[in-house]
């Protein structure tokens, strides 16, 4: 019965190869993310989506692409993996995006890659 | 100059004190305020959050809101061992669709 998952837990990788991190919730919420925290634990927005369309897109470099099949679902898919991709992503989710209780963020348990 | 800012600490208080996390954040028009917990190797939990100035108080934690003073703290009363983790504040930001996270204060309590 777990809210927010990700898969997988731990992905370790050669550079320049290509991978796939996949979330799922089970919460009914309209608004998923993406998130980075790398090792001095500054988690910072990548992506957002709302009911399978894109609504925050920052500055990440264009190897990174979400893919949001259904709004349970967001994935992100991650080309030519450099050594300073190694961090830890997370995905949350909410029921919605706009100020009020329901933009509350509920985070999945995240996904350690690490790439030599 | 950062959108969301902690005192990234450590922090140690002794077992059963009050231990007090304090935020400021630079968007003076930021509606809502988020503090979360992070156990080390966890994801982060909510713990509360707050929109209106003042305090809002759940069991042992309060929440402090000073919109003028652009502030938000976080107060952790009767400390326990259990609460050791890094408290992550977070804030939206006008017209923001997203939240900014604050890199985070670790709390230790010490038995």
């Known amino acids: 019965d777990t809210a927010v998952s990700q898969t997988p837990k731990y992905l370790v990788t050669q550079m320049g190869n290509d991978k796939s991190i996949k979330c799922e919730q089970n919460?009914?919420?309209?608004?998923m993310y993406w998130y980075k925290q790398d090792s001095k634990k500054f988690l910072k927005i990548m992506f957002s989506?709302?009911?399978?369309?894109?609504?925050i897109n920052e500055t990440v470099p264009n190897r990174f692409s979400p893919k949001s099949p259904d709004k349970a679902h967001l994935n992100l898919h991650i080309n030519s993996l450099e050594l300073g991709d190694s961090a830890v992503y997370f995905c949350a989710s909410s029921q919605d995006f706009v100020a009020g209780s329901r933009e509350t963020q509920y985070f999945g348990p995240g996904t350690r890659l690490l790439v030599l | 100059q950062k959108e969301v800012e902690q005192n990234s600490g450590p922090l140690s208080v002794p077992e059963g004190a009050i231990a007090s996390l304090n935020c400021t954040y630079s968007?003076?028009?930021?509606?809502?305020f988020f503090w979360y917990r992070q156990y080390s190797g966890k994801s982060p939990e909510l713990i509360m959050f707050?929109?209106?100035?003042g305090d809002k108080e759940d069991g042992r934690f309060t929440a402090q809101l000073n919109k003028a003073s652009q502030y938000v703290s976080l107060l952790i009363r009767d400390s326990q061992p259990s609460d050791s983790a890094t408290y992550l504040c977070a804030v939206r930001g006008t017209g923001a669709n997203n939240l900014f996270f604050g890199t985070g204060t670790r709390l230790t309590v010490i038995p």
């Open positions: 968007d003076r028009g930021s509606q809502s």
């Open positions: 707050i929109y209106s100035n």
């Open positions: 919460l009914g919420h309209d608004t």
């Open positions: 989506y709302n009911n399978k369309e894109l609504i």
